[in-house]
């Protein structure tokens, strides 16, 4: 065997699927030949490195771009919606290894975000979902985009009977709002919408009290709640906190959502297949003690 002969063989000898006549003749070569045994210490080299290596990770958020893809490619096409997901997941199993290399390159495909819209008036009013349980705080968004700084104020008012207390922590700011509150009485606290526009949602702490009791709610308000967004998506989220996936849901539905008293060590994993946010949260709310309730203004989660 010559040193030509021995490189087209190399690779197939070094797997080990050589036939065993060529097998020994190629072992003979490396004997009598440094330069290809010099080659092949090096081919073995970077075999033992390559294996070495660990499995690529896939990117956060891969499968859901994927899904994504397709139920874009299925709205246009107009076909069933299986059908376009069972030709884009066969492909993507097909090819996985290899685009989760380039994905990582990419940016990942989300929702455009919804810029405040200037037109006709100065403000609009938004109503949050209705109470479900006493004592109960009630909180309205006034959203004034016309305004030379465009903000979203918001009004609580305490529907008990007992006096109480609110604490208010905007997602972004540092200062707090602290009010004492009076049954029947509006409370009113400003967001400018440069605090929360790069997230495109804006999201509220408020820990209250009434009389002997004590409550925490988490808003989650998109700063164009009624801008067109779809109804039905394909997504993955990870097991995330409560709070964090609520959070999620609401920016890509461009639905508010509320949450009332969720304990904070409850996680959920939101993986709609052509499914509304209601449908979504429903499923993934599911064996979590909280319950899920839907108004014509968005969704209140409870978890008492």
Same mark, same amino acid.
């Given at each position: 065997?010559?040193?030509?002969?021995?490189?087209?063989?190399?690779?197939?000898?070094?797997?080990?699927?050589?036939?065993?006549?060529?097998?020994?003749?190629?072992?003979?070569?490396?004997?009598?030949?440094?330069?290809?045994?010099?080659?092949?210490?090096?081919?073995?080299?970077?075999?033992?490195?390559?294996?070495?290596?660990?499995?690529?990770?896939?990117?956060?958020?891969?499968?859901?771009?994927?899904?994504?893809?397709?139920?874009?490619?299925?709205?246009?096409?107009?076909?069933?919606?299986?059908?376009?997901?069972?030709?884009?997941?066969?492909?993507?199993?097909?090819?996985?290894?290899?685009?989760?290399?380039?994905?990582?390159?990419?940016?990942?495909?989300?929702?455009?975000?919804?810029?405040?819209?200037?037109?006709?008036?100065?403000?609009?009013?938004?109503?949050?979902?209705?109470?479900?349980?006493?004592?109960?705080?009630?909180?309205?968004?006034?959203?004034?985009?016309?305004?030379?700084?465009?903000?979203?104020?918001?009004?609580?008012?305490?529907?008990?009977?007992?006096?109480?207390?609110?604490?208010?922590?905007?997602? &972004?700011?540092?200062?707090?709002?602290?009010?004492?509150? $009076?049954?029947? *009485? %509006?409370?009113?606290?400003? !967001? +400018?919408?440069? @605090?929360?526009?790069?997230?495109?949602?804006?999201?509220?702490?408020?820990?209250?009290?009434?009389?002997?009791?004590?409550?925490?709610?988490?808003?989650?308000?998109?700063?164009?709640?009624?801008?067109?967004?779809?109804?039905?998506?394909?997504? &993955?989220?990870?097991?995330?906190?409560?709070?964090?996936? $609520?959070?999620? *849901? %609401?920016?890509?539905?461009? !639905? +508010?959502?509320? @949450?009332?008293?969720?304990?904070?060590?409850?996680?959920?994993?939101?993986?709609?297949?052509?499914?509304?946010?209601?449908?979504?949260?429903?499923?993934?709310?599911?064996?979590?003690?909280?319950?899920?309730?839907?108004?014509?203004?968005?969704?209140?989660?409870?978890?008492?």
């Amino acid at each position: 065997m010559d040193c030509t002969t021995w490189r087209e063989c190399a690779s197939d000898h070094i797997d080990g699927t050589l036939p065993t006549k060529l097998a020994r003749e190629a072992d003979a070569h490396v004997l009598i030949c440094a330069d290809c045994a010099a080659d092949m210490a090096g081919i073995q080299t970077l075999c033992a490195d390559l294996t070495a290596l660990p499995a690529p990770e896939v990117p956060l958020y891969f499968s859901d771009n994927i899904l994504s893809k397709i139920e874009a490619q299925r709205e246009s096409a107009k076909e069933p919606w299986w059908r376009a997901a069972r030709l884009g997941i066969t492909t993507t199993l097909a090819g996985a290894t290899v685009a989760s290399f380039v994905w990582m390159q990419a940016h990942p495909v989300v929702d455009a975000p919804n810029r405040i819209r200037a037109g006709a008036g100065a403000s609009r009013r938004i109503a949050a979902p209705a109470p479900v349980a006493a004592p109960e705080l009630n909180t309205r968004w006034m959203l004034h985009a016309d305004a030379a700084t465009p903000t979203f104020d918001v009004e609580l008012t305490l529907l008990s009977k007992s006096a109480g207390t609110a604490k208010c922590t905007i997602t &972004g700011d540092p200062h707090a709002y602290r009010f004492t509150l $009076a049954p029947g *009485v %509006a409370n009113h606290f400003r !967001i +400018p919408m440069s @605090l929360v526009e790069n997230e495109n949602i804006a999201t509220v702490d408020i820990q209250w009290t009434s009389g002997d009791t004590t409550h925490k709610r988490i808003e989650h308000h998109p700063l164009s709640p009624e801008s067109p967004t779809p109804r039905r998506q394909s997504f &993955g989220i990870r097991d995330l906190p409560i709070t964090d996936a $609520a959070r999620e *849901v %609401a920016r890509r539905y461009n !639905i +508010p959502i509320t @949450l009332q008293d969720t304990p904070e060590t409850t996680r959920i994993r939101v993986s709609p297949i052509h499914a509304t946010a209601e449908e979504a949260l429903t499923s993934a709310l599911s064996g979590s003690g909280c319950t899920l309730v839907t108004t014509p203004d968005g969704l209140y989660i409870s978890g008492k």
